[in-house]
Each structure stands twice: as structure tokens, then as C-alpha cells.
């Protein structure tokens, strides 16, 4: 069995041929078996002015777009804290 290369990174714009689809991804999932699918955020919002939902597209299918990807912000917004306080009244 061969092992693709990751193609798409968290983050870049990309296009799904087959759909049109066209937006960021925002997610990524390896499967057992090696199926490796994005998660693909649309750019703009539906008539009643909700997000678009996002769609699950396999990483082959996609072609990366050179420009309209989203910078990280460089450090993890999640995780553990070195700040954090546990307060000793259990009844918090």
C-alpha cells in the first residue's frame, strides 16, 4: 500500500473540482485504513445569514489554492495552562 503525501495543510485555501466547492481547511481526519478527508469551511453565508456548514471532501480530491488561506495564530488557543488555578473549595 502507498502512503500519499499530506497535500493540504490546516489553514490553506483549496477547491474541490468535482463540487466547486472552494474554502478553508479547517480540519483534518485520518482514517484506520489511511482515508485521509478535510474539512472544508466555504467563505460567506446562506440567504438567511447563517455560516455556511462545512463539508467533509477526501485530501486527493482537492487542489490547493495559491492565495486566500488563513495565517495561524502561532500558538495553540487550547491546551494545558501553566496560569491556571484549581481553588480549593470544592462547592466552586
Not at 474554502?23 to 481526519?29: E, K, M, P, Y
Not at 485521509?36 to 480530491?61: C, F
Request: charged share 20%; proline share 7%; aromatic share 4%.
Amino acid at each position: 500500500m502507498t502512503v500519499l503525501e499530506q497535500t493540504v495543510s490546516l489553514g490553506q485555501k483549496v477547491r474541490d473540482p468535482l463540487t466547486g466547492l472552494v474554502g478553508v481547511a479547517i480540519c483534518r481526519s485520518e482514517y484506520l485504513y489511511g482515508c485521509v478527508r478535510i474539512l472544508v469551511q466555504p467563505h460567506g453565508l446562506t440567504k438567511d445569514g447563517a455560516a455556511i456548514d462545512p463539508m467533509w471532501v477526501d485530501e486527493p480530491q482537492l487542489t490547493v489554492m495559491k492565495s486566500g488561506g488563513v495565517k495561524s495564530a502561532g500558538t495553540a488557543p487550547a491546551g494545558p495552562r501553566t496560569d491556571a488555578v484549581r481553588h480549593m473549595d470544592a462547592r466552586r
